[in-house]
């Protein structure tokens, strides 16, 4: 029930935020928003393989985030490009990505922003590039993708939290990597 409660007064915030954007702004961010996102997400088949990330999990040792955020209306706190250095955290993320339960087959999204972000762990001990990589759509569907079958983050938003603490912010969560609306 305080998840609900929870989920709720975020979504009360949202709708806060957004009733100061004039109508005219929010309906060019839809369209912009439609023009790059397909309405409908389809997750790939399960494997019985468990993904290369949550093997090496105990290696991870570092990690580095890349924002793309090719519409400049966003407002985000912190860098486009974060390095986290402290390997516990990076576990941490990496571990709760790989605990995160499969998109359902067929499930309908709401058209999601162009917001992505690229996770590279880096794993002690390998060669070449030395990591893995996977990408985070906080809109939308609210998906990771890069671990065998498409994830969601929706109602698992802890994700959030654990990512915005490994890169340095308190009380980071879905808005954060979301983004805010820029007025003007």
């Given at each position: 029930?305080?998840?609900?409660?929870?989920?709720?007064?975020?979504?009360?915030?949202?709708?806060?935020?957004?009733?100061?954007?004039?109508?005219?702004?929010?309906?060019?961010?839809?369209?912009?928003?439609?023009?790059?996102?397909?309405?409908?997400?389809?997750?790939?088949?399960?494997?019985?393989?468990?993904?290369?990330?949550?093997?090496?999990?105990?290696?991870?040792?570092?990690?580095?985030?890349?924002?793309?955020?090719?519409?400049?209306?966003?407002?985000?706190?912190?860098?486009?490009?974060?390095?986290v250095t402290n390997a516990s955290k990076a576990r941490a993320v990496a571990q709760s990505a790989c605990g995160?339960?499969?998109?359902?087959?067929?499930?309908?999204?709401?058209?999601?922003?162009?917001?992505?972000?690229?996770?590279?762990?880096?794993?002690?001990?390998?060669?070449?590039?030395?990591?893995?990589?996977?990408?985070?759509?906080?809109?939308?569907?609210?998906?990771?993708?890069?671990?065998?079958?498409?994830?969601?983050?929706?109602?698992?938003?802890?994700?959030?939290?654990?990512?915005?603490?490994?890169?340095?912010?308190?009380?980071?969560?879905?808005?954060?990597?979301?983004?805010?609306?820029?007025?003007?």
């Amino acid at each position: 029930m305080a998840l609900v409660e929870r989920r709720s007064d975020t979504s009360m915030k949202l709708l806060s935020r957004l009733a100061v954007v004039p109508l005219s702004l929010l309906s060019a961010v839809a369209l912009t928003a439609c023009a790059g996102a397909s309405s409908t997400t389809t997750s790939t088949a399960s494997t019985s393989a468990v993904p290369y990330l949550c093997q090496v999990l105990p290696r991870v040792d570092r990690l580095i985030v890349t924002r793309h955020a090719p519409d400049s209306h966003f407002k985000f706190s912190f860098p486009a490009v974060v390095t986290v250095t402290n390997a516990s955290k990076a576990r941490a993320v990496a571990q709760s990505a790989c605990g995160l339960p499969q998109l359902p087959g067929g499930e309908h999204c709401p058209a999601g922003f162009r917001v992505s972000y690229n996770l590279d762990f880096a794993v002690k001990g390998e060669k070449g590039s030395g990591g893995e990589a996977i990408n985070v759509y906080p809109t939308g569907c609210e998906t990771v993708t890069g671990l065998g079958a498409v994830r969601t983050v929706a109602e698992h938003h802890a994700f959030f939290r654990l990512l915005g603490s490994a890169i340095g912010l308190k009380d980071a969560g879905y808005f954060t990597f979301a983004g805010i609306v820029e007025l003007g």
